[in-house]
Nanobody
């Protein structure tokens, strides 16, 4: 089993900053893609930022220049630093991690898991 635990969501004023964290645990042998998505009320979930094992990084146009995704491979953790936050950034943020892990049977299999979500509210 692979579990993802997110933290860092909060209420922040416009122009403020936050840093989200997502730690993956379990019998993980390798991680390929680590990403952040968000879903605002009444809207579809959208990709915010993604980083690959090859150090490729992509951002949604709406957050380019304000958000920074990073990863600590030794800790199986991905971060999202959010600066200059706007009210339209208000959403539940989810991490998504893809990689390989050992099942209890000893089989090495792919996983693609989501975090539980953390609320980010930008309001004065």
């Amino acid at each position: 089993q692979v579990q993802l635990v997110e933290s860092g969501g909060a209420l922040v004023q416009p122009g403020g900053s936050l840093k989200l964290s997502c730690a993956a645990s379990g019998s993980i042998t390798s991680i390929n893609t680590m990403a952040w998505y968000r879903q605002a009320p009444g809207k579809q979930r959208e990709m915010v930022a993604v980083t690959t094992s090859g150090n490729q990084i992509n951002y949604a146009d709406s957050v380019q220049g304000r958000f920074t995704i990073s990863r600590d491979n030794a800790k199986n953790t991905v971060y999202l630093r959010m600066n200059s936050l706007k009210p339209e950034d208000t959403a539940v943020y989810y991490c998504n991690v893809e990689g390989k892990y050992y099942m209890d049977s000893g089989s090495l299999v792919w996983f693609n898991n989501w975090g539980q979500g953390t609320q980010v509210t930008v309001s004065s």
